[in-house]
């Protein structure tokens, strides 16, 4: 990976590493539009003034736009979410790892076993 590419992973980060950036992408995945107080409720316990802020930085980095009907993903953040899905799935086997490995840990070692 060149430093270009290097660079701009980074910066996607810092866009997405935003206190509910990712909720906001990830309550706007299904395609529907949502409201400022449909989206703050899709969200949950963000305050107007973040929630404002994040749909803010999500406009300009062309991720999130607002028709008559609400505020949508753009094409390039329904790519997003959709490649945003491939880590659930792996987030959700890795969770399922970690508790087994816990569980394990806890189970006390027989002898000889």
């Known amino acids: ?20 950036a990712m909720r906001v992408i990830w309550a706007l995945s299904d395609g529907h539009p949502q409201t400022f107080r449909l989206l703050q409720d899709s969200v949950g316990g963000v305050t107007p003034n973040t929630l404002n802020t994040r749909i803010k930085e999500l406009r300009a980095a062309r991720l999130v736009d607002h028709s008559g009907h609400g505020y949508r993903l753009t094409t390039q953040g329904a790519e ?3 490649r945003l899905s491939d880590v659930q799935q792996f987030a959700t086997k890795w969770s399922h790892q970690q508790a087994r ?8 070692h ?4």
Request: charged residues 15%; aromatic residues 6%; hydrophobic residues 50%.
């Open 80 to 82: 997003l979410a959709r």
């Open 1 to 20: 990976m060149s430093a270009k590419d290097n660079a701009a992973v980074i910066q996607l980060f810092d866009l997405l590493e935003s206190r509910y």
């Open 110 to 113: 027989q002898p000889g076993a």
């Open 101 to 108: 490995v816990a569980a394990s840990a806890t189970t006390p």
